[in-house]
């Protein structure tokens, strides 16, 4: 059964970057998202990065911006808010929305698109269960100072593989549920109940990979993982020295 929550889906293709190590994509991909989060001006490089993973990744446009419209609806309300709420030199008189405000609000959705773009590629190469234990391989050393890194990541391995079948099963519901009448609001609590039980059944089902088995999960890195990693770097480093020019 297809899941129509798309976001984080994995999807099966033979592409360059599909070849590439787990590690080095998650890796690249936090590299791009703190990048992101240095300046104003930085949302078309996150683009460019964005841009070219979706280019090597083999994705149809329709089935990479499917998964961003949620996103794109979020940043253009930011816009308006921004416009609406920030001080500034008014667009026109009998318009409420200052220029600064509009400004800012791009930037902003300019980064927030980018970041999503960044993590759509990432998902969409990569399945959920290696991006779980590629983020528990980067953040390692954090267990010499008594972090449990690994059972937390081990957690959001299941919960990324769980919550695409748990949206499924609600859309399930939903759908035989109508919620029109006087007894919508039981309808809704019975909706909530059934989910409930459904969730439960499929998490006592669940099975998580023992302790320690991502350790030996990943071979060595090659030469394409290391550039994909410095790539971030270059085009952030190029797009600061020409900010500045």
């Known amino acids: 059964m297809a899941y129509r929550l798309t976001a984080g889906n994995f999807l099966e293709k033979d592409s360059v970057l599909h070849r590439l190590d787990p590690r080095a994509k998650t890796a690249a991909c936090l590299v791009s998202l703190v990048g992101l989060s240095l300046g104003d ?21 329709g089935y990479f911006l499917k998964g961003l419209r949620a996103v794109f609806m979020l940043a253009a309300v930011g816009v308006l808010i921004n416009g609406l709420f920030l001080p500034g030199e008014r667009v026109a008189e009998y318009l409420p929305l200052t220029r600064e405000g509009l400004v ?3 930037s902003v959705a300019s ?3 980018a970041a999503a773009a960044l ?11 290696s991006i ?11 267990e010499r100072v008594g ?5 937390f990541f081990l957690a959001v391995m299941a919960a990324m593989d769980f919550l695409p079948y748990l949206y499924d099963e ?11 009448g006087r007894f919508a609001f039981k309808r809704v609590i ?7 039980g459904k969730a439960l059944r499929a998490a006592d089902s669940m099975e998580l990979p023992g302790r320690g088995e991502h350790r030996t999960s990943f071979g060595p890195f090659g030469a394409p993982d290391y550039a994909l990693i410095v790539l971030p770097l270059l085009v952030l480093g190029l797009w600061q020295i020409l900010g500045r020019a």
């Open 132 to 142: 779980a234990l590629s983020l528990g391989w980067i953040f390692s050393p954090l």
């Open 41 to 61: 001006r930085w949302g078309g490089c996150g683009w460019s990065l964005a841009i070219f993973g979706f280019l090597a990744s083999g994705m149809s446009a």
């Open 147 to 151: 972090l449990p890194v690994e059972e």
């Open 111 to 113: 980064k927030l698109g």
């Open 190 to 196: 019975s909706l909530a109940g059934e989910l409930a």
């Open 104 to 106: 800012h609000g791009m």
């Open 119 to 129: 993590a759509r590629v990432l998902a969409a190469t990569t399945p959920n269960g």
């Open 170 to 180: 609600y859309s399930l519901l939903r759908r035989k549920t109508q919620f029109s």
